[in-house]
Structure formats: C-alpha cells, structure tokens
C-alpha cells in the first residue's frame, strides 16, 4: 500500500490518498498450489481408504481405487460412489461421521471447475478458505481411517486371547476328566481287592 502527500482538504484538514494494491501475483501462485495439492492429498486419503474397506470386505484386488487411479483434476464422484457402497457393508462404526465427510468432498468436488476459474483465483480469501475445508477433509478421512484399523486389531488381538482361553479351560477340563477317571478307577480296585478279602 502507498501512501501519497497529504494535501488539504477541502475544510482545511489533511488529506491522505491510498493505493491498495491486489494480492501479487506470487501469492496467488502459491495459494493456487496449496488448492492443487490439498486436492491431490485428499484423492490419495480417500483412495486408502476405499482400499482399507476393500480388503475388509474381501473384495479382489484392493478395490476400485487401484483400477481405476486419476490425476488430483480428475472428479472426485466415481470414488466417492464406490466408497458410499462399500461402507453399507462394512462394519464401520462411525458410519455417520464418514457419511459427512462424503457428502463435503461431494460438495466440494462439484464446484472443482469454478474452484480453478480465473475469477476464484483473484479472490485469495477465497482460495485460503477452501483450502483450510481440504485439509479438514483430508484431516477427518485420514483419523476415521486410522481410528478404524485400530479397533481391527483391537477386536482380533481380543479374538486371539478369548480363543487361547478357551482352548486353556479346554484343556484343563480334560486333564480334571482324566484325574477323575484315574481316581474312580483307583477307588473301584480297592473296593474289589476288600470285597475278595
């Protein structure tokens, strides 16, 4: 901003004349890169975790993300589709929050073409906003996937101890069983060498 001599003005006062000068053109570069991977970083998160969910479900390969992988330009839809599917059967316990986060990345992703317009990227408040709501996205796949894979470990380490558990009580009934049999046995002979006597 530059500030020009202050003449007086029309009362006698002092007057001061004020250039704004827009965002330059280096900022807006930058905000432009932020938006692109902010993009790109989301795709990536939601394509790990329609895999996640793929192998959950015992789907082939690693499900759609692998076949069909796209630039960060490309629509976000066909990804987002395939993870709506996938969560319905899934056992995924925040099914509501990961919803949300679908339905925002859908939002988003149809205003993707006015987001890269030559008018949105003059307006750099603009651009900072919709990066923060990215990054939030990104943020909030990222901790329901991590959230996610470890409640899988949870419940299969508690599996594991439940099964070695029961394969113990098992294991000891059958060796009371036996004690038993060979006590029964031992008192049966006795009665049978007094009963001869």
């Not at 991977?37 to 793929?54: G, K, Q, V, W």
């Not at 709506?84 to 059967?89: E, F, M, P, Q």
């Amino acid at each position: 901003m530059r500030r020009g001599p202050a003449p007086a003005g029309a009362n006698g006062f002092a007057a001061t004349i004020t250039t704004l000068r827009p965002a330059s053109g280096h900022e807006r570069a930058e905000l432009i890169r932020d938006l692109i991977d902010a993009f790109r970083r989301l795709r990536n998160s939601i394509e790990r975790f329609e895999r996640m969910l793929a192998r959950g479900d015992g789907a082939g390969s690693g499900g759609m993300a692998d076949a069909h992988a796209s630039p960060a330009g490309v629509s976000l839809q066909p990804l987002l589709v395939a993870l709506s599917r996938r969560i319905d059967v899934a056992r995924f316990a925040r099914q509501r929050e990961l919803k949300r986060a679908i339905r925002d990345a859908r939002r988003l992703d149809k205003t993707r073409d006015a987001l890269f317009s030559d008018a949105f990227c003059l307006d750099t408040e603009a651009l900072r906003r919709t990066v923060a709501e990215l990054e939030r996205l990104d943020a909030a796949f990222v901790g329901l996937g991590v959230e996610h894979v470890l409640a899988q470990h949870a419940n299969a380490a508690e599996a594991q101890f439940d099964a070695r558990c029961e394969a113990q009580s098992s294991g000891a009934a059958a060796g009371w069983s036996v004690a038993n049999a060979v006590a029964v046995t031992g008192v049966a002979t006795t009665l049978v060498r007094e009963t001869a006597t």
